[in-house]
């Protein structure tokens, strides 16, 4: 069975991370300290807020959402799904709260 669009854009964007620098992990064995940079795919959030296609930390502090879209995908919306993100982040996850987590940064997949 091939891999679906979804999946290989994952891999295209694990491996743009991996080059920069940061430590990808799932969700399901996430470890905030692990690495200065840590993006951890595939984020489940509180009840009523989705999932967030990664979710990066820098010092063991959320920092930023990386929203996947597909190529010529418009930005509306976008702002909207952002604020879920930063209201949605489980107590465990935000050891401090951060306000410019409302930033999304946008791969073509």
Same mark, same amino acid.
Request: proline content about 4%; aromatic content about 8%.
């Given at each position: 069975?091939?891999?679906?669009?979804?999946?290989?854009?994952?891999?295209?964007?694990? =491996?743009?991370?991996?080059?920069?620098?940061? *430590?990808?992990?799932?969700?399901?064995?996430?470890? @905030?300290?692990?690495?200065?940079?840590?993006?951890?795919?595939?984020?489940?959030?509180?009840?009523?807020?989705?999932?967030?296609?990664?979710?990066?930390?820098?010092?063991?502090?959320?920092? +930023?959402? @990386? =929203?996947? %879209? %597909?190529?010529?995908?418009?930005?509306?919306?976008?702002?909207?799904?952002? *604020?879920?993100? %930063?209201? +949605?982040?489980?107590?465990?996850?935000?050891?401090?709260?951060?306000?410019?987590?409302?930033?999304? @940064?946008?791969?073509?997949?």
């Amino acid at each position: 069975m091939s891999p679906t669009p979804e999946q290989e854009a994952r891999v295209k964007i694990d =491996e743009m991370l991996d080059k920069a620098g940061w *430590d990808v992990q799932d969700f399901s064995k996430a470890n @905030i300290q692990a690495k200065q940079g840590v993006a951890i795919r595939e984020f489940q959030l509180e009840s009523g807020h989705a999932v967030a296609d990664y979710l990066l930390y820098v010092d063991g502090k959320a920092a +930023g959402v @990386i =929203e996947a %879209k %597909k190529e010529g995908a418009t930005l509306s919306g976008v702002e909207s799904q952002s *604020d879920k993100y %930063k209201n +949605g982040l489980p107590s465990l996850f935000h050891p401090t709260i951060i306000s410019s987590l409302r930033k999304s @940064i946008l791969f073509s997949g």
